[in-house]
Nanobody
Framework: VQLVESGGGLVQPGGSLRLSCAAS????????MAWYRQAPGKQRELVAS???????NYGDSVKGRCTISRDDVKSAVHLFINPLAPEDTAVYYC???????????????WGQGTQVTVSS
């Protein structure tokens, strides 16, 4: 399974961010889809996750200004954050847990990461 992320870059404080991640390959079903981020010198942290039709889960640092959504037809997950602050600067990683058949085990997949820099 390959994950391709898009939408990172340089954004001004107070602006908005939309990231997208598309999964492709041998996918029978997808469980959790999520976004994580890692700032320099810090551990990777959960930004947001969503499991099927359950209510999304958001990290404390983005609660109230973040929305995650998934498109199971396209095997995609999207992240929207507004407003952005310099503390949101990090490499953002897409995460997908999927299986290739009814009998196959669930496996974890990560995107290559996309840099988001919030600065004026």
């Amino acid at each position: 399974v390959q994950l391709v992320e898009s939408g990172g870059g340089l954004v001004q404080p107070g602006g908005s961010l939309r990231l997208s991640c598309a999964a492709s390959g041998s996918i029978f079903s997808i469980g959790v889809m999520a976004w994580y981020r890692q700032a320099p010198g810090k551990q990777r942290e959960l930004v947001a996750s969503v499991y099927n039709d359950d209510a999304p889960n958001y990290g404390d640092s983005v609660k109230g200004r973040c929305t995650i959504s998934r498109d199971d037809v396209k095997s995609a997950v999207h992240l929207f954050i507004n407003p952005l602050a310099p503390e949101d600067t990090a490499v953002y990683y897409c995460y997908v847990r999927s299986r290739s058949s009814t009998w196959a085990g669930w496996r974890n997949y990560w995107g290559q990461g996309t840099q988001v820099t919030v600065s004026s």
